[in-house]
């Protein structure tokens, strides 16, 4: 199943398919052996492919092939560099703050772009010559795409003996060269594509991977930096997730701030080698699970097959049609895409269904980093608003004629507007208490609020005083002490001692 799916990202970076493969090779082999996750498998993937493939063919236009390849494994380093740095200061864990629908719609996104990636092969062509595939050419790539996803898609449920994906690739290749050899059609294979990119190349034949110079001069890093920068934050998504989806299959705990570090260095060690960088692959993790592998050597093998494949398959690679690539990277759409999603809008609170809507749309329309920051956002300040409006207090008068506001709910920015309003200053009696015991203060904006009440009640000729302050609200009021001037008591029985001094 990597074979194929390595072929095809490469495919969609713009790239030469020898550096996908060898990107699913290192990735594969560096994150099972200093992977937190035993069991998961990394490679190149579509979703960091497809980030940098905006990058390489700006690049290949605006100065050449070679320049767009150095800056794609130099960022690819600077982006394992950037993982690394996530995993040591332990941010691994802000991975839970990601809302559910902030990854649905993310998800989304991401297959809509994946296969509009897709489209650019039903023309023929380059720059202004390109033209609609017409008649026999657009009929046979139509057809050998139905087969080579009808293949991937229902095979498995007859046997999963073999990868799907790899017996649709062989039969579409038998297809077509079939077809070539008795002059019937002659489809566009992957060695096409590759002279297409560049006419000196003849073959794909590769040794084992070479050490590849990285350049940080300041002309490739400010090229590389924002796409760098993006692909390390949707490839430890894409990872963690995977890890939280393998913790719940196995009934085990992976390490995420481990796992951060070890995709980092298996990016540095793909870059340095000549490797299009990647992630955790969530389907062939699950592939790998559920056949029972639960260690590091199914991951080391299944690298080390790839890598022989590399040496000894190249001839076989150059014969695969580009259709069954198209194919195939529709069956990763089709996989990808949240099906569910279009019952979930119906049955979602609104503003969750507008969140998912919007990354989707966003992460189309801009980039996958500003659509999930946008998501959290958006998620943040609607959980904001309706917890706010949560805040209440009942009210009592005790034996003293103290009214006493028993405060319901947190106090914070969500909330501090209608705390405020929570008060009867002109008509409450001279002595005025909010027991917090049931509510807490938890940012400078609820400090605030409670100063500005004591303010209000204070032009009043009016005291208010604070009761039951948990230890974080002590904390929270000493830092403010400066600016700020409020009563706080231990117990309603303050009066006894004001009465005792008088």
Sequence with gaps: ALIPEGVAFAFVAGVNPVVGLYGAVMMGLVTALVGARKG????ATGAVAVIFAPMVMEQTEEMDYDFALTCLFTGGIVMGLMEVLFGVLKFGKY???????????????????????QLGQFYEGSGDDKTLLQGVDMAVMIALICLTMAISIFLPRLTKAVPATLVALVTVTTITQVLSLTDVHHARTVLDYVVDMDDTVTTLAAGLPSFVVPSFRWEVLKVVLPYSALAAMVGLIESLMTLTLIDEITETRGRGNLECVGQGLGNIVTGLFGGLSGCAMIGQSMINVKAGGRGRASGISAALFMMAFVLFGSKIVEIIPLSGLVGVMFVVVWATFEWGTFSLLRHIPKVDAAVILI???VTVLEDLAIAVMVGCILSSLAFAWKVGKKVHCNTQIDEHGTKVYQLEGPLFFGSAQSFKTLF?????PQEIVIDFRNSRVHDHSGVEAINNVTERYAQNGKKLHLLNLSAECHKLLRKAAS????SVIKDLDWHICDDALA
């Design 40 to 43: 998961m498998i990394s490679g």
């Design 95 to 117: 991975i839970r703050l990601v809302p559910h629908t902030v990854a649905v719609g993310f998800v989304d996104g991401l297959a809509i772009i994946i296969g509009e990636a």
């Design 359 to 361: 990354v989707t749309i």
């Design 424 to 428: 009867d200053y002109r008509n409450d």
């Design 483 to 486: 600016v700020i001037e409020v």
